[in-house]
């Protein structure tokens, strides 16, 4: 008699009788199909947001404050589930919808795999796709404008989503943002090339520019050849570096999409899967069966383990191209209200980094919330959903709300 195999498990997960994504969903669960790319939501109105559980203060709250919906969007190795506990007391606070979607390679969102010539005309893992699917959800939600509230990295993709389409979002609530903002500013607006520090010392007091001599003529023309040969140097250093890059993420491409790959991503999430959990918590001791279930169920999804090596992929493919100035670059040109939130002692995102990204942001408020962790959403729902109120009564209340968040308490 053949000796019986052993059944293979990740996480808890017995990875021998993976389904399809349909399969696992919830009651509450819907799927939208872009680009042939089904992917899993749910969505909660202002009527169903009936249940009072939370605090008093948020259970009494006006239930019309601004009548706009919000789409949340989830980090990395998380899903819906990451935002259960809020979604029901933002759809009242908003008096609108609110809307939560699986990321392509997250949560229940089907699985597909991408060679980059394959016929769908957009990689369902880079983050150009999850913007659109952003904005598609705003469609869909029959709204002009919505509230993008994002967590880790699911705030990269609320403020590219925010550069692609600034007048389809009304505000931008940014949680444990991972967002890696350059430390410098740049000082000066560089026009044509040309400081205006520059171009005032080429002028006279008239504003006429001033005369050269046949020596100064020749001396510039000199110059110019000098710099035009220096930018050929350095533009061929730039393409030589970034024919490099290209070789080297075509090798790293290859590995991730081998067997190998595949076992060592198994591997990982079983070791170490659940301590990333439980570590994203300021108190490990209260992350309760029932937060590890709703972490762990994607990984009873059929293709889970190759559909996160191609997201990435798509990470490397992204952060290699050339193409455009980083979202993260760009922070001081938002326009719109922002509000950023921490936890005080979050291990994965630290509240510097949060903090920077706040000063970046002209106008941004900040806020820190106590004893809490990466995941202040679920850790700290109550004094979570507080901090957003206050935030959006400040931006859309009336005036006498406006007044009345800005008095001290009692």
């Known amino acids: 008699m053949p000796p019986r195999r052993r059944r293979r498990s990740v996480a808890g997960i017995d990875q021998d009788d993976l389904l399809d994504p349909d399969a696992l969903a919830d009651p509450d669960s819907s799927f939208y199909e872009i680009n042939g790319i089904r992917l899993h939501h749910k969505v909660c109105t202002h009527e169903d947001a009936s249940d009072q559980s939370l605090d008093p203060v948020i259970a009494n709250a006006d239930q019309s404050i601004i009548g706009l919906p919000i789409v949340l969007l989830h980090g990395f190795g998380a899903s819906i589930f990451s935002w259960s506990h809020i979604m029901r007391p933002l759809a009242r606070i908003a008096g609108a919808k609110v809307l939560a979607f699986d990321r392509p390679a997250f949560g229940l969102t089907s699985r597909t795999s991408w060679s980059g010539d394959d016929t769908k005309p957009l990689n369902p893992y880079s983050m150009a796709f999850s913007v659109m699917a952003t904005l598609a959800f705003i469609d869909q939600l029959g709204a002009e404008k919505s509230v993008l509230v994002g967590h880790s990295s699911g705030c990269l993709v609320a403020v590219d989503a925010y550069f692609e389409a600034p007048e389809r979002v009304a505000a931008l609530v940014l949680v444990a943002p991972a967002i890696f903002a350059p430390v410098f500013r740049r000082k000066s607006v560089q026009k044509n090339g040309v400081g205006e520090q ?61 067997s190998v790959a595949v076992m060592l991503v198994r591997l990982i999430m079983d070791k170490f899967g659940i301590l990333a959990v439980r570590n994203a918590w300021y108190d490990p001791s209260k992350v309760t069966n029932h937060v590890i279930q709703g972490y762990t169920k994607p990984l009873r999804s059929r293709g889970w383990e190759r559909a996160l090596l191609e997201y990435t992929i798509a990470m490397i493919m992204d952060s290699t191209s050339t193409s455009g100035v980083p979202a993260s670059q760009r922070l001081s040109e938002i326009s719109c209200p922002v509000l950023v939130v921490t936890g005080d002692t979050d291990r994965l995102v630290p509240s510097w980094i949060s903090e920077r990204v706040a000063r970046l942001i002209p106008g941004a408020t900040f806020e820190v919330i106590k004893n809490c962790g990466h995941l202040p959403q679920e850790e700290r729902a109550e004094e979570f959903v507080c901090v957003v109120e206050r935030f959006l009564r400040r931006a859309f209340g009336t005036p006498n709300e406006q007044e009345q968040v800005f008095q001290p308490a009692v």
């Open 198 to 258: 520059e171009r005032q010392k080429q002028k006279d007091s008239n504003g006429v520019n001033l005369p050269t001599n046949p020596p100064n003529r020749i001396l510039g023309a000199f110059l110019e050849l000098c710099m035009r040969i220096a930018g050929l140097f350095v533009n061929m250093i730039r393409a030589i570096g970034h024919m490099f890059r290209s070789l080297y993420s075509r090798a790293v491409v290859a590995i991730l999409r081998s």
